[in-house]
């Protein structure tokens, strides 16, 4: 007998390639928070990552933190997981270095999502920047600066109009 469920995958998020790009210069850091929502009843799902479509300029290392934060009445909230989330200096660096060729880039998460309201962050900077691809009309939020974050009070945020190429990867078990 074989059981008729199991596992199931969903992309939750912007799961689509926008058509206007944002480019972060070589020594700028910059946040990208996009809210999601678990809705599916039952017990929750487990966050394996957080995509961003994003092209780099072939020619440096990027450094990539993602990060889950908590949702304060429809804004930004406190950092609850993800690498980078203690403090910067002893925060784990995920180092890409993006080829020219944009596509999606996936950063490794694993933690178990409640049904809730979340911020999906990822944290960008190095040494030649990338570009981050959106489309217009959305409420995800930006901040600039490499220790904006790490105070874990919800940093300084603020609302872009852009819905911005990230998506986070779940399972439902």
């Known amino acids: 007998m074989?059981?008729?469920?199991?596992?199931?995958?969903?992309?939750?998020?912007?799961?689509?390639?926008?058509?206007?790009t944002d480019a972060l210069g070589s020594t700028s850091f910059k946040q990208f928070l996009k809210r999601v929502t678990i809705e599916?009843?039952?017990?929750?799902?487990?966050?394996?990552?957080i995509d961003m479509y994003v092209k780099g300029n072939a020619s440096g290392v990027q450094v990539l933190y993602p990060v889950v934060c908590d949702d304060n009445a429809g804004a930004p909230g406190k950092m609850i997981g993800g690498f980078g989330a203690e403090t910067q200096a002893?925060?784990?660096v995920l180092s890409a270095s993006l080829s020219a060729?944009?596509?999606?880039?996936?950063?490794?998460?694993?933690?178990?999502?409640?049904?809730?309201s979340y911020w999906l962050m990822v944290?960008?900077?190095?040494?030649?920047?990338?570009?981050a691809h959106y489309d217009?009309?959305?409420?995800?939020?930006?901040s600039t600066?490499?220790?904006t974050w790490y105070n874990n009070d919800g940093g300084a945020a603020t609302n872009s109009s852009r819905n911005y190429s990230i998506r986070g990867s779940v399972v439902y078990l």
């Open 136 to 142: 217009s009309g959305g409420s995800d939020y930006t």
């Open 90 to 92: 002893g925060a784990i």
């Open 123 to 131: 944290l960008g900077g190095g040494s030649s920047g990338f570009t």
């Open 40 to 49: 599916k009843s039952g017990a929750g799902c487990l966050l394996v990552s």
């Open 145 to 147: 600066g490499a220790a």
């Open 101 to 116: 060729t944009a596509r999606w880039i996936s950063l490794p998460m694993s933690m178990w999502l409640t049904p809730a």
């Open 2 to 20: 074989y059981p008729t469920s199991g596992p199931e995958h969903e992309y939750i998020g912007y799961n689509v390639v926008g058509g206007t």
